[in-house]
């Protein structure tokens, strides 16, 4: 298979081994107050390198990552971004110098980004699922380099599809970059899973279908003068706050109801959730009436009537015509809102209400429909902008989650994937766990604040946001394992040595023995054959002999139904028996801190 070569690649395709084996401080514990709904709690934001963060996951979450979505820099150069768009930051050009050298002084920028990039991409390798996904989100000035990149440590067969999504930009943003002629208009996310064959490899993404599809049909067959019938609908009207009757110019009756805290939500979201209405699909254009003869009566009398809305809030108003009103015609309604331009209604009164006739295509490799320039107050905070829209991961988790999936991002930035896993867990029950890793100060102030208030809420008065609930625990990157002359940092403390040991003995959770083991305090493990003990003391070097082997209490798993080991893996800072009496007992020495696996 073709692979991709630069400079520093020699340094870096086996660093992943090199890189200290860290523990995670829990700094505080966030969780929604009383009252909010119930969300997931297992939750994880951890500042530090995220390389050193992802190595620290491992013993806990190798291979149990169901969803990864990363944003990494994409390498445009522009320095001048809040958020630094080049591997020239300081950190990671320390982080150059350490790994690569005085040879990463002549890099060119896309070196270095190949070059942080790659053991980063071999670590979340080693977390994904058999059957998870990862998302990798850039544009061109890296995308193909990345594509050959992935291959090389994923496997070309474990390349699933390119995603392209249209950047629509918001009203007054520059946004994009031209090549003369030619505006950027699109990125780009790439696709892999860790295991495309086999028991327990990726099989296949959940069903997820396009609004922007219904409407490409819809004026389609208006354009060919066909009528349509959908009875699904793409908006919540909220709470209900009052109702009026006005009269058209007709004298006929028209019924206003108001409606505040509207949301748009998606097809098939509603369609999941049971919901089946005759109603109208919006999309941001002109206002449309059924009854052009009415319009401009019932727009003057109704908002004549009201005062100016607020961007939450919507109006309805059901009119009948005076010609349908004894034949029983279905009542037309209309949505009125500053936010909401267009209306289009169901064509066909046969349908009766409680009839689901829905034509969608599913989602393809193409998506619209992002706003992604000057998203600057996202989640009720002040963020910089160029950050990704809540909306585009949350069609990713639609996609690639189950109601229990865990998800990572390492470069976390503004929050958004926590807060999509939040929205999502609320609106169909899911218990979806986030990680994130985020490098630079802004972990706290902007990464944790925007997740605190999606948890709690934020805004107030009528444009208030009810929070998710939930909650998550705050980490930032500690001490070393191991120190720099190889011994072990008896700091850390025993527990956390412990379990770095039986990490490294695949020893599965439910087999480890803790310090009250009625085997031995220094029981680290057992299975149907193997016995593992790490015979450690901080105060004193610990010897193998035979007085420590007379102390170990066998019969103790003996009374609890086991069998006596077959096998014995015992860690000591010496030993007193030979090799024969070793091999006679089916006992194998570790020395401390030598024979502790460095992975």
Known sequence: MPTLH?????KVVNHHHDVPFRLLNKEYTFTANQGTPANSTANRIIHGDNLEALKSLLPEFEGKVNCIYIDPPYNTGNEGWVYNDAVNDPKIKKWLGQVVGKEGEDLSRHDKWLCMMYPRLKMLHRLLAKNGVLFLHLNDDELHYAKVLLDEIFGRDSYINEICVKMKLTAGASGGGEDKRLKKNIENILIYTRDRTGKGGFERFNDVYDEEDLFEIIDEMESEGKSWKYTSVLLDKG?????????DGAGEEIKIKKYKSIKRTTVNALVRKGIDREVAYIENFNWIFSDTNAQTSIRTRIMDEFVTLADDELLVAEYVPRSGRDKGTTVQHYYISPTIRRVIWLKDTAVKRGQR??????????WDGFPLNNLTKEGGIQFPSG???ILLIEKILRLATSKNSIILDSFAGSGTTAHAVLKLNAEDGGNRRFILCEMMDYAEDTTSERVRRAISGYSEGAKIVTGTGGGFDYYTVGAALFKDDK???EDVGEKAIREYVAYTESIPAASKCGADSPVSRYALGTSATVLWLFYYERERVTTLN???????NIKALLNNGGKRPEHFVIYADKCALDADFLIKHG???KRIPRDITRF
């Open 6 to 10: 630069w400079v520093g690649k020699d």
């Open 239 to 247: 709470d209900f706050v009052e109702e009026r009757v006005v009269l």
């Open 357 to 366: 006739i829905v034509k969608l295509e599913k989602t393809g490799t193409y």
């Open 387 to 389: 950050k990704k829209p």
């Open 487 to 489: 011994n072990l940092n």
């Open 546 to 552: 035979l007085d420590f082997l007379a102390s170990l």
């Open 587 to 589: 006992i194998t020495f």
